[in-house]
């Protein structure tokens, strides 16, 4: 683990700590750049759609291209892969998630032919659609962008 | 989000940080039992049996106890979930995992007979069985115990 | 299979046979505490709430505390892969349900330790939606409560 | 569930019921053919061979004909989800099964054109790789053959 | 690979060729039975009944036949797992589907008893609810009948 | 589907046709890196390892780059959850594949900035470790590289 900048790290730690925390770290997140924002929902569709919006309007990824799209969408896939532990639902499962997550694009490895990648984290709770009845949550995807 | 004590927040700190940036959270370290350890596999039951001995050695769990046992082995499972993000397999995909685990156990309600919670969380790479084709992997699960 | 006493087996067995069967096992049954009821339904949705109603109004489980919630939700999730065999999804996969089922906590462990454990059985038909198109399934899970 | 012989049930009994406990069945267990085993392992593989073996031998199905192996096989896998719930994998989650099978052929539908159809059955354990920490898991599959 | 007749081929050629590039394969086309159609949805629900009413309507299975209604069901979600690669979901995923679907009928084995078998496929194109924004997607299913 | 290149269907042609039926469609396989090869495996990894082996050896992606090696990857996997059509596993599930690859490398969209995409596609028998007991099996991925 001695990748050159540990994006998913810098995600995780973004999307976890509250503001007095992250100073921190603050060097590490000025070296990349962050898209952040939070979603509550028993959709699965929601979660996504919220983190696919907040990443177009910060600019950070293309909206028209598909490339970027494409790279965006499985690394939140993976991410919540995480969060759901196994099946592919929320509602369905009579639960529901409040998560914030965390956007990190960057260049993660030395050899300057590797390029940008990107990082989606989610941190919050899961459980029962009754305020308490839940726990902790985390999720990371990474990918090529 | 306003649990009593998050153990998942902080077993993944404790997971993520070295050395120095640990000291930071190191009041939130001490309210808790925590357990660490690491290992790299390209075998699922390795990952599984490296984290479950690691427990029991350091007393964590009650080690005949299966009631104790059960609860620690689906915590490590969806732990690995986040890890693996959608298939249960590393050497048979033709890849292979270097983590870190730190395991803890606490009271994360508030309420005293929520009683006592575990939560096992993964930081590490994952990859082809190649030096540095390998990128961040971050896995929590959480059970009652 | 020596286990003290199977609360598997025992809801498997009350949820799959009819009254004048049932007489059989009174014994048994009489052993532990059962709940029961019936759930016809094309969202796995409904057939989770309709468990998770019959067993809070029995009182078998106390509804105001997540730790047992948390044990049946998961019992009622491992025993409804039994039933749908792969994906999670009825509606979705043009499939519908009509089930029993039935919940008995109990000590199946000679180990006074060991403590309380549930088990969740279902039985009944899973089909298309047109009567008589349907075969049977069974469903189990158990989890430490 | 008004089938005309619901062999799902029966391979199902015929699994879990012991010696005297089956001769409350017995008319029902006269109705239809049945091939029965057990298998110990951390391999799921030899679950399946040890089935196809032992319906292969009692001649329910014609060993040659990839048709019948089909029909038996895919109802096996079907049983073996709700077995395992979740995860296709044995030793490589650090678990191992003691099981029973049942293997009943019929005609479970009053059409005489719904013909044959095969259900396996399994009961056991599944748990940890020691003695005792484990608990009973059940499973069904069914097939038009 | 040296099956009498390739009834996967047939129908990935049928679905996956334009009017003109069949003209080619018209020998192989005309051996056995062929159903075909098309469908654009974010529920894999629409997909499953399209094939399935079209399949009904051109007679290749017999509607209230139970037996093949469940070949064709498996054979038709088979199909689908290559064409959503892991998840059971479209819209829950954000992603909709254009698909065209070929449905074969016939002998593929020598053997007189293997009789007859069904091949399900798809080939269209999958991605987020923008068009354009989507790549190409080919499944088969393939069951005794 | 008006895409500008389908590397998804010329994949999957070159794959499934035999040298004569692939002199139909020449110009398209001209206008496309391929790159071939066939396997036959109980063992996922080993049809991985095949096709990476073949694409790197005939110089379609850049051996060293961990960036091209991941797109591949993902491409390989997506198109084996077509042949195993939802667990992840050959030997384990007493089944073995008999397949031939094609990889295409191209340009799929008219966008000059949508850039390369990769596409892996599958074709051949999945079955029973007996000769005979098998049926077709097709699998397609497609990912940015």
Known sequence: MNN???IG????LHVMLDEEERTYFSSAFETVQICEGKVGSMELQKVISSVETAVKRSGMIEEKLYRETHALYHAILEALEGVTRGQWALGEMMRTVGLRFAVVRGKPYELE???????VAFYGTIGAPIRG????????GINHI
Chains 1, 2, 3, 4, 5, 6 share one sequence.
């Open 113 to 119: 032919q590797e390029g940008e990648w990107i990082a």
């Open 133 to 140: 009845l839940e726990h902790e949550a985390i999720g990371l």
């Open 9 to 12: 790290k810098i995600a995780t």
């Open 4 to 6: 050159h900048l540990r």
